[in-house]
């Protein structure tokens, strides 16, 4: 994605303001894999690492590579290493202990590897035939060109290999569903002036918006040639989208994270679309001071950078805000007040016969 790539890009901000991912997701891949009668925990990679945040938590494979196309991911991910969690042990529950495959958490330092790389073009990042457990792509998939990806993962997944790709959608606020509109309107409306949907990229976000439902089956591309079986798709959407989401294939909604208020307008300066509004409208950045909420004042002239403006992230942060007192007159909304947000989830699953 052309914003990841630009020199301007703040790799280590965008990780830190970002959602991660939960156990019950890593939990749902890693049980689809160990079902399959010859799953291996030798060599997992990600597409479209990142940071390295999904990479993180692929430990119960003895070799893991992550990909991405843009330098800035790549040294992002690099200088996260360190910090990854340990591998596990024998005396730890892992998948790879619980599917009897002998892994015994002698991993060596260069267990995480970081390259550039694409899911179109896995060769070229020195990805040979049949040489892959599992395969993961977060918050990735949605850019990828299917009539390409699904012949590489059918060339590089071993037999009982699985590939599991997954994108979130827009943000909610459970405990303020009347603020739902206001979300769909910044972040899918069609004004240019007011919303960011006209700069988000397509059509990767409109697949993303529509939770992965126009991917083709890899069927669709291979025909019957192709060896990649038991598509599974899951939605951990709750109600959110109980109008368009198939609901034998919808489950509770799993991705949730507690934040102050501070934090929510943090995540937002994250959106690709917001760099490529103000590459637009570049003196909305210097907008004056939104002057809602007179703590926020307070706070600003003690110094307090974060909550710091009045372009068109703090004033739709403000408006939720606003929204939400409208709403509920007790709701606590200050900026260090917190707040529950939760995002659907969409999830597909193959593997390899």
């Not at 291996?40 to 494979?61: E, M, N, S, V, Y």
């Not at 059918?154 to 590939?163: H, M, P």
Request: with cysteine; hydrophobic share 35%.
């Amino acid at each position: 994605m052309a914003t990841f790539a630009k020199a301007t890009f703040n790799a280590s901000v965008y990780s830190a303001s970002r959602p991660t991912y939960p156990k019950q997701l890593f939990d749902h891949i890693f049980n689809y894999h160990k079902r399959k009668p010859n799953a291996g925990w030798t060599r997992a990679i990600d597409i479209g690492c990142g940071p390295g945040q999904a990479t993180k938590r692929l430990t119960p494979f003895r070799e893991i590579i992550g990909l991405d196309p843009s330098e800035n991911m790549i040294n992002a991910a690099l200088a996260n290493r360190d910090f990854f969690p340990p591998s596990p042990t024998p005396s730890q529950s892992s998948p790879a202990a619980a599917s009897g495959t002998g892994d015994n958490g002698d991993h060596s330092d260069n267990q995480f590897q970081f390259r550039r790389g694409n899911a179109e073009d896995l060769k070229n990042a020195g990805i040979g035939d049949e040489s892959v457990d599992l395969v993961i792509a977060a918050q990735a998939c949605h850019w990828f060109d299917w009539s390409k990806v699904w012949p590489e993962m059918n060339r590089i997944l071993k037999v009982g290999g699985t590939a599991a790709f997954w994108v979130y959608s827009e943000f909610r606020l459970p405990q303020y569903p009347s603020l739902t509109p206001q979300i769909t309107a910044y972040a899918q409306g069609a004004d240019k002036l007011t919303s960011l949907g006209p700069y988000f990229e397509r059509p990767g976000r409109t697949i993303l918006e529509r939770h992965l439902v126009d991917v083709p089956s890899p069927h669709q591309i291979l025909g019957e040639g192709g060896k990649l079986i038991q598509e599974e798709r899951v939605y951990f959407a709750g109600d959110y989208h109980k109008d368009t989401l198939p609901v034998a294939q919808t489950l509770p909604v799993i991705m949730r994270k507690e934040m102050r208020w501070r934090d929510l307008l943090g995540y937002f300066r994250t959106f690709s679309s917001l760099h490529k509004y103000h590459d637009v409208y570049p003196e909305d950045k210097s907008a004056p001071h939104d002057g809602r909420f007179k703590e926020d004042l307070e706070l600003i002239k003690e110094g307090d950078i974060d909550v710091n403006g009045g372009d068109i992230a703090v004033r739709f942060w403000k408006d939720l805000r606003e929204g939400a007192v409208a709403k509920d007159k007790d709701a606590k909304v200050g900026v260090d007040d917190p707040v529950i947000v939760e995002w659907p989830l969409a999830v597909i699953l193959v593997s390899k016969a």
